[in-house]
T-cell receptor, first 113, second 118 residues
Framework: GENVEQHPSTLSVQEGDSAVIKCTYS??????FPWYKQELGKRPQLIID?????GEKKDQRIAVTLNKTAKHFSLHITETQPEDSAVYFC????????????FGQGTRLTINP | GAVVSQHPSRVICKSGTSVKIECRSL??????MFWYRQFPKQSLMLMAT?????????EQGVEKDKFLINHASLTLSTLTVTSAHPEDSSFYIC??????????????FGPGTRLTVT
């Protein structure tokens, strides 16, 4: 089955700097890669997603890149703000009918003012 | 649109008792629902996939007789934790795919249920 690895587990950046979180996946048939932001005690919130037929997607300060050959995808947050502090999860939807998501281990991002 | 609710948001029960958690899609029909468990400072771990009108598919290592899942309608799935023990204390989150939504790939998550077993 699908396996998703996420790095780093913690990331601390100065306000205004950029943050990059990376994930790798194992199932070459995976076709959907969402990124979630989760605050303590709350549901995961979809912040950006990308499908396997696209290499890059951007939404204001957030971008995601996908390299299908290498089977890795990355989240880029520019001009970071204190409210970006949270835990971020990547996920991959494996091939097949199950449509289930496999999550990475999570990255705790801290933005220092 | 695409709102998923869960009830209760928090529950405390005694060891050995059972507790039921409801997951509802409020404004769409959920053909598939998923149940996750999240321990503190850990990731979401899929427990089972639930399709309306059929038996749930459980992930490896998840006891189907302990975690009973029912998906009786296109808007409701329930998770019953039977004979709960302190190690079952966790944050349980459901999600759903829906028909006719703008993003057919997106899973919509419920707000989660914090279960504490004493």
């Amino acid at each position: 089955g699908e396996n998703v690895e996420q790095h780093p587990s913690t990331l601390s950046v100065q306000e205004g700097d950029s943050a990059v979180i990376k994930c790798t996946y194992s199932d070459s048939a995976s076709n959907y890669f969402p990124w979630y932001k989760q605050e303590l005690g709350k549901r995961p919130q979809l912040i950006i997603d990308i499908r396997s037929n696209v290499g890059e997607k951007k939404d204001q300060r957030i971008a995601v890149t996908l390299n299908k050959t290498a089977k890795h995808f990355s989240l880029h947050i520019t001009e970071t703000q204190p409210e970006d502090s949270a835990v971020y999860f990547c996920a991959a939807r494996g091939g097949g009918r199950a449509q289930k998501l496999v999550f990475g281990q999570g990255t705790r991002l801290t933005i220092n003012p | 649109g695409a709102v998923v609710s869960q009830h209760p948001s928090r529950v405390i029960c005694k060891s050995g008792t059972s507790v039921k958690i409801e997951c509802r899609s409020l404004d769409f029909q959920a053909t598939t629902m998923f149940w996750y468990r999240q321990f503190p400072k850990q990731s979401l771990m899929l427990m089972a996939t639930s399709n309306e009108g059929s038996k749930a598919t459980y992930e490896q290592g998840v006891e189907k007789d302990k975690f009973l899942i029912n998906h009786a309608s296109l808007t409701l799935s329930t998770l019953t934790v039977t004979s709960a023990h302190p190690e079952d204390s966790s944050f349980y989150i459901c999600s759903a795919y829906g028909q006719g939504l703008p993003n057919s790939y997106e899973q919509y998550f419920g707000p989660g249920t914090r279960l504490t077993v004493t």
